[in-house]
T-cell receptor, first 115, second 113 residues
Framework: ETGVTQTPRHLVMGMTNKKSLKCEQH?????MYWYKQSAKKPLELMFV???????ENNSVPSRFSPECPNSSHLFLHLHTLQPEDSALYLC??????????????FGPGTRLTVL | AQSVTQLGSHVSVSEGALVLLRCNYS??????LFWYVQYPNQGLQLLLK????ATLVKGINGFEAEFKKSETSFHLTKPSAHMSDAAEYFC???????????WGAGTKLIIKP
């Protein structure tokens, strides 16, 4: 595996379910990101981790809970979601957050549908 | 505060024609500017970026963009469109000391045969 991988690629869940999204990067990067991509809207940055520590939480509802056990893995735990949470969730990584011009490398995303 | 405006949610061009995707930004600090491309069912991939130096930046797949400070623009161009260029294109800005990218809403490029 190379680059940034995400599983599952598609997820359908009910409002009372609990599920998790997984992201893994094989690039040796130290920073990882969760984004929400909704149609016709700019990408929304949800969480940022640097060296496994959360450095950003952009007013994301508590029904989204991130976890970064090591610099290669990032999870997004989901519970009691709302239909408006349906979107494409993208994971990205970069060398660090110190280099503001560092390229972010994206995974293919998880298409989430909340019924 | 920084913001990005991409003019046109959809742009349609004929194969072989010039591609022009517009991006305007606002920034209170010298900007760093990026163009990313998203092919169907894939994540975003960096096309090119401007940080400092030469204002005409060349990227992958024959794309280039020019930073025009006076116009606060960073438009993306390609002389001759190919069917494989059909994708969604995103412009983003950040600035010194800020790792967060501010994104435009994207422009979907449609190539007509």
């Amino acid at each position: 595996e190379t680059g940034v991988t995400q599983t599952p690629r598609h997820l359908v869940m009910g409002m009372t379910n609990k599920k998790s999204l997984k992201c893994e990067q094989h690039l040796g990067h130290n920073a990882m990101y969760w984004y929400k991509q909704s149609a016709k809207k700019p990408l929304e940055l949800m969480f940022v981790y640097s060296l496994e520590e959360r450095v950003e939480n952009n007013s994301v509802p508590s029904r989204f809970s991130p976890e970064c056990p090591n610099s290669s893995h990032l999870f997004l735990h989901l519970h009691t979601l709302q239909p408006e949470d349906s979107a494409l969730y993208l994971c990205a990584s970069s060398l660090s957050i110190a280099g503001t011009t560092d390229t972010q490398y994206f995974g293919p995303g998880t298409r989430l549908t909340v019924l | 505060a920084q913001s990005v405006t991409q003019l046109g949610s959809h742009v349609s061009v004929s194969e072989g024609a010039l591609v022009l995707l517009r991006c305007n930004y606002s920034s209170s600090v010298p900007p760093y500017l990026f163009w990313y491309v998203q092919y169907p069912n894939q994540g975003l991939q960096l096309l090119l970026k401007y940080t400092t130096g030469a204002t005409l930046v060349k990227g992958i797949n024959g794309f280039e963009a020019e930073f025009k400070k006076s116009e606060t623009s960073f438009h993306l161009t390609k002389p001759s469109a190919h069917m494989s260029d059909a994708a969604e294109y995103f412009c983003a800005v950040t600035g010194e000391g800020n790792y967060q990218l501010i994104w435009g809403a994207g422009t979907k490029l449609i190539i007509k045969p």
